[in-house]
């Protein structure tokens, strides 16, 4: 499905630059990229969380409500118009979260919230999807635009929610122009608080790699993104990009950089040895996860660059090293 | 292991600068592709992989085929361009030659960058090795991308077609893909014609077994005298010829198009036919 060119206004015009909507609503606020994205915009404008979880060492003045998106008590919170944007990062990626109940959080959960949008108000709507849903592809070229299709999910069926979320928020985009909607797709996040499945592979001290095979990578800070969704949240702002890092450098090279000793393994048995450990539960991650340490799946992130003058500020050292200090 | 591996490219490196001979060392110094601090393009091309990898492909290319170039100074110094090759010899040593040619014969040197099948990705050590080389996949996004970046690509239109043919049919062109033209029209870039003489006889092919090839998903599978990676020791002669420029739009209908492929083609003959002309013997 192609991406909808709706050709975003000049940000660079208006003198004071775009302005935040007055009050966000983000939804798995308690997550870590949550609570770093409510950290960075609560003293600019208003913002509501929504989350299953409980929100830990929450600040005074910040609104949370601790609800599952698919419960019909969450229309309280976008009742009389109080909520003009939201930013969507509830998804769930654990892969040993059962397979149905991950389903239904995300496709289900994201349904209703577009539905809410729709009906209250809202003007914008950001979603947090992923560079991960183009897939890594043997054939793909080496930097993937948006249009391309969203294979992901043909030899990763974990990747399928994410696949369709995005894929339902696209056509939201056609059926609610009056909604501004924005799609980001960023590259793999590291950062020291996320704990996302590329974090816990760098953070592995002897991390499997599959032998003769170093795709080039892409990674960006998590506070990097965090500064992506802000800049997504301006008025003004609409359409589907992907968000890429302080630039691309071959898997070995980053492991060396952590000072990582990777054990090579031949491809013909690495998914099998990945599907013994996944099932004895001696590792996190599923055989699908394979393919992104095999080939390539790095994007272009021009145009993101272009209509928003985003650029990351964390060096590719920096982003790097940043899984290091864990906290 | 680093330790190991960085001591056997230098010695490479050292390699290739004494196979380059005098003014190697500062011909290379001359590429100077994009870089990040970890020493690749975004591509993942590594100039000091390049340099290394380059000294058992520049010992072919010096002491096996005894490579003679006829002009290299046709290859612009800069700017996008094409360059457009007869395939053939088996296995695709012609590409390395090519590339060899305007990275140790050119000054100053030129790092071409040959456009890799898709299935070359799924290859262990093969596909890294292409990938520090600067061979990127043959996808028509990634050929717009480097031109665009003013690169110099090597494109070989007929593909396996030409590089598996039988000897039977040595220096016959096969036919041409369209979809060099119709980059060189969307980008405006100029195309060079190279005629690769020599190839076709470094692994003469009697037989192309297609049941096998169908059972290991390759191409082709030739049969030949050596057995397939080993080429026979011919010498090679790379003719480049005048650069061509095509103006047009890359949409036109398939007839316009294959006016100025024919064009590109009866070029790559021409040079062929000079090449074998001028060739006093098959081995020396």
């Known amino acids: 499905m192609a991406s909808p060119e709706i050709p975003a206004t000049d940000l660079a015009a208006s003198p004071d630059g775009p302005s935040l909507p007055q009050s966000v609503a983000i939804t798995g606020i308690a997550g870590n990229l949550g609570r770093k994205l409510a950290k960075l915009l609560h003293m600019e404008t208003r913002i509501i969380g929504i989350d299953r979880r409980p929100f830990r060492e929450k600040p005074k003045d910040l609104e949370h409500h601790q609800l599952d998106i ?18 969507h990062l509830g998804l769930m990626h654990d892969p040993r979260v059962r397979f149905s109940e991950a389903h239904s959080f995300n496709v289900v959960g994201t349904q209703k919230l577009l539905d809410l949008a729709a009906r209250h108000g809202v003007r914008k709507v950001v979603l947090l999807s992923s560079a991960n849903v183009y897939g890594p592809l043997p054939g793909n070229p080496n930097f993937l635009p948006e249009e391309t299709p969203l294979l992901g999910a043909a030899r990763f069926p974990n990747v399928r929610d994410l696949v369709e979320v995005d894929m339902y928020v696209q056509s939201f985009m056609w059926k609610c122009p009056q909604v501004e909607t924005v799609i980001l797709r960023p590259v793999n996040i590291v950062g020291p608080t996320v704990k996302n499945a590329p974090s816990n592979y760098l953070r592995l001290k002897r991390p499997l790699t599959v032998l003769g095979f170093d795709p080039m990578v892409q990674l960006v800070h998590e506070e990097d993104v965090c500064r992506a969704v802000a800049i997504a949240l301006r008025l003004g702002v609409r359409g589907v990009y992907n968000v890429t890092g302080p630039g691309e450098v071959p898997l070995s090279a980053v492991l060396a950089e952590l000072g990582r000793e990777p054990i090579p393994v031949p491809h013909l048995v690495v998914r099998a040895l990945a599907r013994r450990l996944f099932e004895a539960r001696l590792s996190a991650y599923p055989p699908g996860e394979i393919d992104y340490i095999q080939y390539l799946c790095a994007v272009d992130g021009s145009r993101f660059a272009r209509d928003t003058g985003w650029t990351p500020r964390y060096s590719l050292r920096e982003t790097i090293r940043s899984v290091l200090s864990s906290s | 292991m680093a330790g190991v591996g960085d001591e056997i490219k230098q010695r490479l490196q050292r390699w290739t600068l004494e196979l380059g001979g005098p003014g190697m060392r500062e011909r290379l110094e001359k590429l100077t592709p994009p870089r990040n601090e970890y020493g690749v393009d975004p591509y993942g091309f590594d100039v000091d992989f390049l340099q290394a990898a380059t000294a058992p492909l520049l010992w072919l290319y010096r002491k ?35 590339e060899v040619a305007c990275l140790a014969d050119k000054d100053p040197p030129r790092a071409v960058r040959a456009l890799v099948d898709r299935w070359v990705p799924t290859l262990p050590f093969v596909s ?32 396996t077609r030409g590089l598996n043919k039988p000897f039977a049919e040595r220096y016959q062109l096969k036919e041409f893909g369209q979809g060099f033209m119709r980059l060189a029209l969307e ?68 007839p316009v198009l294959e006016s100025k492929v024919a064009r590109v083609r009866a070029a790559v003959a021409s040079l062929l036919a000079r090449g074998l002309e001028e060739r006093r013997h098959l081995f020396w």
């Not at chain 2, 090795?129 to 090597?154: H, I, K, M, S, Y």
């Not at chain 2, 049941?211 to 998903?217: S, T, W």
Request: glycine fraction near 8%.
């Open chain 2, 64 to 98: 096996y085929f005894r490579v003679e170039p006829h002009g290299l100074e046709r290859v612009p110094n800069e700017g996008r361009v094409l360059l457009v090759a007869n395939h053939s010899g088996q296995l695709p040593f012609d590409a390395a030659m090519v």
């Open chain 2, 128 to 159: 890294t090795f292409f990938a520090r080389c600067g061979q990127v996949v043959g996808t028509p996004e990634n050929c717009r991308r480097l031109l665009a970046a003013d690169e110099a690509l090597l494109v070989f239109p007929e593909g």
């Open chain 2, 187 to 254: 980008s405006e870039a100029p195309i060079v014609p190279v005629a690769v003489v020599g190839a076709e006889e470094q692994a003469p092919a009697f037989l192309d077994l297609q049941p096998l090839a169908r059972l290991f998903a390759f191409p082709h599978f030739p049969i030949t005298p050596t057995g397939l990676p080993l080429p026979l020791p011919v010498r090679y002669r790379i003719w480049f010829g005048e650069p061509m420029r095509f103006t047009g739009s890359p949409d036109d209908e398939d």
């Open chain 1, 70 to 87: 698919r419960k019909n008590r969450v229309e309280e919170v976008f009742r009389h118009g109080r909520v003009e944007a939201i930013a």
